[in-house]
């Protein structure tokens, strides 16, 4: 497994990912101070995104506490062309994309188709259905292949796609499938799974004997794997994947290992299934203590650097609070208005037939004051 950062903050050097990451610039004391920022920041959205379900504001949170180096990293690491392809926990790599977290609490309540443009911020909108996006991702990569912007030498064209599943989706059929296709078609697609230990309350030692990055292997994927809670690993592994699958060398599959500190969703009781040593073990390996770790052994960072951090935490969490209960219901018949994105005459026969539908009560109501 690599390694950059060890739990204590203590900096192991990497020939090849320090080079890549000295040569992107994304290891300088700045950066890592905004990598800090970033996953405090996420933490905090997502503990209010707990609160609010609990409220009754949002319908469902699937939580990604204990992940964010795993995410900051992953989404730092793309570069601005390339197309990401999450699932539904990804709450770091959309911040990091810039996608603001009240699109996905939104999303959560029910009442947005995804909340963003996925042209413009080059991010799919959030799949639900465990594994179903990888198809896509591996689909949209054979496309850049045919519009050729892959290995042209070019750093500005090149483009790669990322398609980020868990540990429990890498078991789905669509997953196995979408390796064949990528390893078929020598895809730019790179396959990033967060190893978070736990599908809902199914162990990975039980879904897998070997290590998930040896999976790819049987298709002739070129894997590695590599520390989720360093977020220096991550922006490493991922930017060299990414970097070689835009050359044309074809798809790689990272896995990160990390851990779910909060339960698989706000349905879910973790307490039934997973022991409360375990919990500990890992939150002795928090991602966000151990970069600030290494930032103070560094001497770039100050009480009132983290200060400042957790102040604007507590303003963006407040602000997801207000946003939320100040929202209003939509009117349901906006649910065709994106089905396509030019007129189709099924949609708008349906469209019609709802409309008569409500119509109905209307009527009802009208003769019941009469």
Excluded: K
Aim: charged content about 25%.
């Amino acid at each position: 497994m690599v390694q950059l950062l060890g739990p204590d903050g203590t900096r192991t050097p990497h020939e090849q990912l320090d080079a890549v990451l000295e040569e992107a610039g994304l290891a300088t004391p700045e950066r890592l101070r905004g990598y800090y920022r970033d996953m405090v920041m996420i933490r905090a959205a997502d503990l209010e995104a707990t609160s609010l379900q609990r409220q009754g504001q949002l319908g469902l949170w699937a939580s990604a506490l204990g992940q964010e180096a795993a995410q900051i990293g992953a989404g730092h690491a793309s570069r601005e062309q390339d197309y990401l392809v999450p699932t539904y926990r990804e709450h770091g790599v959309a911040w990091a994309r810039g996608i603001e977290p009240w699109r996905l609490l939104e999303m959560f309540r029910g009442v947005s188709h995804g909340g963003w443009d996925p042209n413009a911020l080059r991010t799919h909108p959030y799949m639900i259905v465990l594994g179903s996006q990888a198809p896509h991702a591996v689909g949209y990569a054979m496309g850049l292949q045919r519009d050729g912007v892959v290995g042209t030498g070019d750093s500005a064209t090149d483009t790669a796609v990322l398609a980020l599943f868990g540990d429990g989706a890498s078991s789905e059929g669509e997953v196995a499938e979408s390796l064949t296709f990528a390893a078929s078609f020598q895809a730019p697609v790179v396959f990033y799974t967060q190893n978070n230990q736990w599908a809902i309350s199914v162990p990975t030692s039980v879904q897998t004997r070997v290590p998930l990055a040896q999976r790819s292997r049987g298709w002739g994927i070129p894997s590695v794997r590599v520390d989720g809670n360093d977020v220096l690993a991550v922006l490493g592994a991922v930017r060299t994947a990414l970097d070689s699958a835009r050359a044309g060398e074809g798809p790689v599959f990272v896995e990160a290992l990390t851990y779910r500190m909060a339960a698989h969703t706000t349905s879910d009781d973790a307490s039934r299934y997973r022991p409360a040593a375990e919990e500990q073990e890992w939150a002795e390996r928090d991602p966000i203590l151990r970069l600030r770790r290494h930032l103070e052994q560094l001497g770039e960072i100050d009480e009132a650097f983290v200060a400042r951090c957790d102040e604007e935490a507590h303003d963006l969490a407040m602000q997801l609070h207000h946003h939320i209960h100040g929202m209003e219901d939509p009117d349901p018949v906006h649910m065709f208005d994106h089905a396509y994105a030019e007129p189709h005459p099924i949609v708008d026969a349906e469209r019609e037939e709802y409309l008569a539908y409500v119509a109905q009560f209307e009527d009802e109501g009208e003769e019941m004051n009469r």
